[in-house]
């Protein structure tokens, strides 16, 4: 069987410059706003999964979903920091934070509008089990004073957040000692503190939260079977990756509904470009068709040599969508999180799982666009084909 050349359908698409570059770009449209929404799905979910550690498990209330709604006694939170599986560190201190996690309201730069900022008081141990965190500017707090650390994206979008600013909330006033960068995992949009000056402050007599170390991540099952028999604990244990997954599931879930329903729409709108577009190549080339028949080309030659020429004008334009949601790249956004209902910055994520799924789906349109128009050239008669010349 004779086929047509690949050089052929790429020549078409020179010959109609401008209507390719039009079709295209409204594709790259829709392509644009598929792949923003699945980067921002993924560095919504790599926020909120690298905040956690593989080694590292979160205690909070059975029944609660978020630590600022968690409660752990003091007494709880002794019995979990003898646990023989507990790592431990300098000196045979065990990796062990005992944690307050309380919700506050401040001001933005950029207006008088007020957002919701967590506060994290932490033990000892807190920084040492998060390695991702580093000090990009001044120290960490010391303990039993009234000084915090804030995260660098609190730092750049909250006013007196600065390295030497003052905050005041509790009924006293807090100074900033040191901004810390956690490597855009969601400790960057947390206040730190000392946690029993924050559970003096709150007139609070529990912890939200209890995180350790264990000594290795295959003896997670049995701490949690040890605190979920232990009568005295009514205790949840989580690693403390899938603690920080969970916290995104509902504005993950939002997103993915509200940008592929989106996508969806703008799609059948591509689809109906493209296609009118290879309708007019159609018309246009009506005796160069019943030429290509009568030189021996058969009709399934003929089908899919314009149906290569709307998968290379989908390609050409999900290329030119991915490239430019690439640069999104460089964009950090906030938003509330649902969850917790702080304030959380994150930046959109690309990866190539999600440009292979981009490309995927812009070569579908071009399929289900330009189908039908490659059907109907090949269905022409030669002898009407050959009438037109």
């Given amino acids: 069987m004779k086929i047509i050349p690949f050089a052929y359908s790429l020549r ?70 003898s646990l023989p599986q507990i790592a431990r560190g300098v000196g045979g201190a065990p990796l062990v934070s005992k944690e307050t996690v309380v919700l506050i309201t401040l001001a933005k730069r950029d207006g008088d509008k007020p957002a919701n900022v967590i506060i994290r008081g932490v033990g000892p141990a807190g920084a040492a089990l998060r390695p991702q965190l580093r000090l990009v500017e001044g120290r960490m ?38 901004v810390f960068d956690a490597g855009k995992s969601g400790f960057d949009s947390e206040i730190w503190g000392d946690a029993d000056q924050l559970l003096q402050t709150f007139r609070r007599n529990a912890y939200s939260s209890v995180v350790f170390r264990l000594e290795d991540p295959a003896l997670f099952p049995a701490v949690r079977r040890s605190l979920d028999d232990d009568p005295r604990l009514t205790l949840e244990t989580k690693p403390e990756r899938t603690f920080y997954a969970d916290q995104s599931a509902v504005l993950a879930n939002f997103i993915n509904i509200l940008g592929l329903t989106l996508s969806v729409i703008f799609s059948v709108g591509a689809v109906i470009g493209a296609a009118i577009t290879m309708y007019a190549a159609v018309a246009s080339r009506t005796a160069e068709i019943g030429t290509l028949r009568a030189l021996g080309f058969r009709r399934s030659s003929v089908l899919m040599a314009f149906l290569v020429e709307s998968l290379l004008l989908s390609l050409l334009g999900g290329l030119a969508g991915l490239a430019a949601a690439s640069l999104m790249q460089v964009v950090t956004i906030s938003t509330m999180n649902w969850q917790s209902f702080s304030e959380l910055a994150f930046s959109f994520r690309l990866t190539p799982a999600i440009a292979v799924r981009t490309l995927l789906f812009a070569l579908g349109m071009g399929l289900v666009g330009g189908f039908m128009p490659a059907a109907r050239a090949a269905r022409m008669s030669i002898v009407n084909a050959l009438r037109e010349l």
């Fill in 12 to 81: 078409n698409l020179w010959a109609r410059r401008l209507t390719t570059a039009l079709t295209a770009g409204g594709m790259a449209l829709v392509v644009f706003v598929f792949a923003t929404v699945l980067m921002l799905d993924q560095g919504l979910k790599e926020t909120l999964v690298d905040t956690g550690q593989p080694d590292n498990a979160v205690v909070i209330r059975k029944g609660s979903e978020t630590e600022v709604q968690s409660a752990v006694e003091r007494s709880q939170a002794a019995l979990i920091e």
């Fill in 141 to 178: 707090f010391r303990p039993g004073s009234g000084e915090v650390a804030v995260g660098s994206s609190i730092a750049a979008r909250f006013r007196g957040m600065e390295l030497g600013g003052a905050v005041r909330f509790g009924g006293r006033d807090w100074r900033v000692v040191g």
